[in-house]
């Protein structure tokens, strides 16, 4: 089974991690809510959540894929976090799957990761994708690196992490029993 860690700093983005987690474990991928900090996160819209663990517990060796919501608090916060980045660049190296929504894909960008690549984010923190080809779809995947545009997106921007994981069929499975239309690029 794969296994997915998203990662939850103070003032997160509520839609874009809580809508991942749910469509993940609805399909069937494990995924640990991980904060950065303590246990107990509050998004950037005062909601409250507490996570399965924090980054000191985590073994990196056992997740699939690091998934990171944004939120302007919340995108700085997780950049900030010096021992997140470094696991985020070793999976970087290893071409391990990393997914980033909203603002956060600006930390993918500062970190060199989009360059030739298409990308989508916020769209005030476009100027953040460095090197990349922007994009404005709602997510998109390019090698091992998917990214989504907002908070509006979380829905597309998870069902294509499923997709990456288990295929176009289970995630439009899934689309389809929340009823959800997707939409498919030619």
């Known amino acids: 089974m794969k296994k997915a860690g998203i990662f939850f700093a103070e003032g997160f ?5 809580l809508a991942v987690v749910d469509l993940l474990r609805r399909a069937g ?13 509050e998004g950037a ?13 985590t073994d990196f060796a056992e997740l699939d894929i690091i998934i990171l919501p944004g939120g302007g608090p919340g995108t700085d916060n997780l950049e900030a976090c010096e021992e997140l980045m470094e696991q985020l660049d070793l999976f970087y190296k290893k071409d391990k799957p990393i997914a980033a929504i909203c603002a956060a894909p600006g930390i993918l960008g500062h970190r060199g990761m989009l360059k030739g690549r298409k990308a989508c984010s916020y769209p005030s923190r476009e100027e953040s994708l460095e090197g990349a080809e922007v994009v404005r779809d709602e997510a998109v995947q390019d090698g091992n690196i998917i990214t989504g545009r907002g908070a509006g997106c979380a829905i597309p921007f998870a069902l294509l992490i499923i997709e990456y994981f288990k295929g176009r069929q289970a995630a439009d499975d899934l689309a389809a029993e929340i009823i959800y239309t997707r939409r498919h690029s030619i």
Do not use: F, N, P, W
């Open 29 to 41: 991928i494990e995924t640990d809510m991980i904060s950065i900090a303590s246990e107990e996160v």
């Open 13 to 17: 983005e509520e839609i874009e991690a």
């Open 45 to 57: 819209h005062g909601i409250r959540v507490t996570t399965d663990k924090v980054l000191s517990e």
